[in-house]
């Protein structure tokens, strides 16, 4: 991609600077509006290839033949492992010698080097879940020390003065231990991320050599995969023991227990790629309607599937309906507060959450029966998300709507908040709608209706990138993202209400396509089916 146009900017002409460029000169490599065609092939100079903007870089660039000039190197000798041009291959030098075309090689090592690509797309979250599961570890150990040191003391208080100093000793040895605990477990964290640095790197390069029309480092290139498909050694460390003895009037060392010390074991780790969807349907088709379902809703505001043929509804009164796929209503479940729900969605096991503003609540509703899930006290319950593990993830502002934050829950037990990224908050605080969802590499996406943008950070929330919407002519309005989703390619799907359409946006944040002629009028909540 030229470093010069990110995702939120389209191709510009490189003479007059002002018009979007529709072709491309694949000799002289700039970017041309039609006016300004005329001006650039004036020379007259024969080499000049004008392409469509889509098309470029789709002429190869050969490497010059070092002994005839002029000449561009088209095929390998095998013989003598050199690229030649076509005289040298009718010289004596090379007669009767095997060639290779480069175009061919070339064609071959972009393929090979594609694959590599998509490889390490699928190998590189591995990792990052094995980096989140040592934060984890390391952030959990306090925690999980001062449960040891609790237990120990309570030993120390039965045996009172005359053991103190065996005690302390002990205290001593365990922040020994623990120290030399979270050296083992940062030591690898850190082996990891350097291995994903490098990965990142790798995948950098290939996104260049890719992009790159240059035979000479693509057919030269190496692949890595092999490097990284074999994933480092899991260090398992045992967290220390305290046996506690029975009191008697002995050798105070013997009677305060044993310390079982830290112990540490290398497992192998294998990677195993996970299966592709057999039914993943692309959404960068041509966008065709398949149903349209009556709800009997005014407004509607969520919508969530359950499965292939069931979805929940709400709108803003207090009822919220599940529907199978031909509009006919199952069941209508009424709030507890009288009041519209802020959001819904459904658990892996298949059961109704929703959050309620009014009593600050987020509920479980099974077998038709309503439980209290979470309940908060200086914090509003906004919009819902239910990861891929299990976990749910709540939007909420506080009383005085000057904050904003997301919080993972595992059941009821906060496992982790997302509300600033330097310091500086990540998300507008007011009370205006916000929407949430977790991608398939496993980032948290909102969509911030507010700030007229989708801010994504990854799973431990440090932020990534903030989508503000794409210059079209055709879309004059300001971007107001109502709505937000993510389909089997990972790709983020959000509704712009005011501009009837919905945006397709890839992973990374480049905008990709609209959907906007399937008679859309003021989209809200997304959700994509199994399908």
């Known amino acids: 991609m030229d470093p010069n146009y990110d995702a939120q900017d389209v191709a510009r002409c490189d003479l007059c600077k002002t018009a979007i460029a529709q072709n491309y000169c694949d000799f002289c490599h700039v970017n041309l509006c039609k006016p300004c065609i005329g001006e650039h092939i004036s020379d007259e100079y024969d080499k000049h290839k004008i392409v469509p903007i889509l098309q470029r870089k789709s002429t190869l660039i050969f490497p010059k033949c070092k002994t005839h000039q002029n000449r561009t ?16 291959a009718m010289s004596k030098q090379h007669k009767e010698h095997e060639y290779l075309k480069l175009e061919e090689l070339f064609n071959k090592s972009k393929e090979r080097i594609g694959k590599d690509k998509e490889e390490l797309d699928r190998i590189s979250p591995t ?82 050599i890719e992009e790159s029309n240059e035979v000479s480092p693509t057919i030269n290139y190496s692949s890595k995969v092999e490097e990284f498909r074999k994933l480092p050694l899991k260090s398992n460390v045992s967290m220390p023991k305290f046996i506690p003895k029975q009191v008697a009037r002995e050798e105070v060392s013997n ?38 379902i009556k709800t009997g809703h005014e407004k509607i ?27 006919v209503l199952q069941k209508t ?3 507890k507060s009288r009041k519209n729900p802020s959001d819904i969605a459904v658990d892996i096991d298949g059961a109704l959450l929703y959050s309620d503003w009014k009593t600050r609540t987020v509920y479980k509703v099974k077998d038709n029966q309503i439980e209290e899930m ?18 749910l993830l709540v939007i909420m502002r506080s009383e005085d709507e000057t904050q ?57 929330g440090k932020f990534r990138f903030r989508y503000i919407g794409h210059p079209s002519p055709a879309k004059n ?55």
């Not at 045996?159 to 690898?188: C, F, P, T, V, Y």
């Not at 010390?261 to 065709?288: C, G, H, I, Y």
């Not at 908050?425 to 709608?433: A, D, E, M, R, V």
Request: hydrophobic share 35%; proline share 3%; glycine share 4%.
């Open 73 to 88: 190197c088209e095929y390998q000798c095998q013989d003598c492992d050199i690229f030649v041009c076509y005289d040298c």
């Open 127 to 208: 990792y990052e879940e094995i980096a989140i599961e040592l934060e984890n570890q390391i952030a959990n150990l306090d925690g999980e020390y001062e449960k040891l040191t609790t237990e120990m003391s309570k030993q120390r208080e039965e045996l009172h003065r005359e053991i103190d100093n065996a005690i302390n000793q002990m205290e001593e040895d365990i922040g020994e231990i623990k120290l030399k605990h979270h050296s083992i477990l940062k030591e690898h964290l850190n082996e990891i991320k350097q291995v994903q640095s490098l990965m990142q790197k790798t995948l950098v390069s290939l996104h260049e």
């Open 255 to 292: 009677l305060i227990g044993k310390l079982i010390p830290l112990s540490t074991t290398l497992e192998e780790s294998v990677f195993t790629a996970k299966k592709p969807n057999s039914l993943v349907r692309e959404l960068l088709d041509v966008p065709e309607v398949f149903n349209t």
């Open 301 to 327: 505001c969520s919508v969530t599937c359950v499965n292939e043929e069931q979805i929940w509804t709400c709108e803003f009164t207090d009822y919220i309906k599940c529907l199978n796929i031909q509009g």
């Open 333 to 335: 479940i009424e709030t």
């Open 374 to 391: 979470i309940r908060l006290q200086e914090w509003i319950p906004g919009n819902l998300c239910v990861t891929s593990s299990g976990e």
């Open 404 to 460: 904003v934050k997301v919080v993972r829950y595992s059941g009821s037990t906060i496992k982790q908040t997302i509300q600033f990224d330097n310091g500086q908050p990540l998300y507008s605080g007011n009370k205006k709608f916000k929407y949430i969802t977790e991608n398939r590499n496993l980032d948290i996406c909102v969509a911030d209706c507010q700030a007229g943008a989708v801010v994504v950070v990854n799973p431990v």
């Open 477 to 531: 309005e300001q971007f107001k993202p109502t709505g937000i989703t993510t389909d089997s390619q990972s790709h983020i799907l959000t509704s712009d209400f005011f501009n009837h359409c919905i945006h397709i946006i890839h992973s990374d944040g480049q905008f990709l396509r609209y959907i906007d002629n399937c008679d859309l009028k003021s989209p809200y909540g997304l959700c994509v089916d199994i399908f």
